[in-house]
């Protein structure tokens, strides 16, 4: 048999040429590589998702294309099938600078929303980011910034806006704001 190691059953070319069963099913993999994989996959469909936007690919008609050799077909899954099946949220993050009564202004730095926000300020401390349709409520929408200094609230109002409440005017910066929304 194959040469035991802490992490796994490493097999000699020969068994593995060979088909030698008894190797074959003496390999064993730890819960955490497991784990590992699951979450290099979640990364790599959020690459792949992340690329098609930026390609300019309709993530609803497009698809990818998996060949099932014992049955000669291809099988067709879209990319926003394959994320939602494996939870991986779409993503709006943003560098969002306000000034005195303007309007906000943001930098797109990730969007796979499908839409493009447009973004106001209601009152005096209030802003909202609005893509149509893109947000949910009921706590499938989380929104997040990496400094909250002057930040009252951050949250999806509704399914089309995210709210940002201050307590002054003229204190976003470049501030990071992350939106996430889960299938």
Do not use: H, W
């Not at 802490?6 to 784990?35: I, R, W």
């Not at 973004?119 to 980011?129: I, K, L, N, P, Q």
């Amino acid at each position: 048999m194959g040469r035991k190691t802490s992490q796994m059953t490493e097999l000699t070319e020969s068994q593995a040429a060979s088909g030698d069963k008894a190797a074959l099913l003496d390999v064993s993999v730890p819960k955490m590589v497991v784990m590992t994989l699951a979450n290099l996959a979640k990364r790599l469909l959020a690459f792949i998702t992340t690329a098609l936007a930026a390609a300019d690919v309709d993530t609803a008609s497009d698809y990818l294309g998996i060949y099932d050799s014992s049955a000669a077909t291809t099988k067709k899954i879209t990319p926003a099938a394959l994320a939602t099946a494996l939870g991986v949220p779409k993503r709006l993050a943003l560098l969002i600078t306000q000034s005195g009564t303007s309007a906000p202004t943001a930098t797109v730095l990730t969007n796979t929303t499908g839409v493009t926000p447009s973004y106001a300020r209601s009152s005096a401390c209030v802003y909202t980011v609005t893509a149509t349709g893109a947000f949910t409520i009921g706590g499938k929408t989380q929104v997040k910034s990496n400094d909250l200094t002057d930040i009252i609230s951050l949250v999806a109002t509704s399914i089309d806006v995210v709210t940002i409440t201050t307590n002054d005017d003229s204190v976003l910066t470049a501030r990071l704001i992350e939106i996430e929304i889960y299938p």
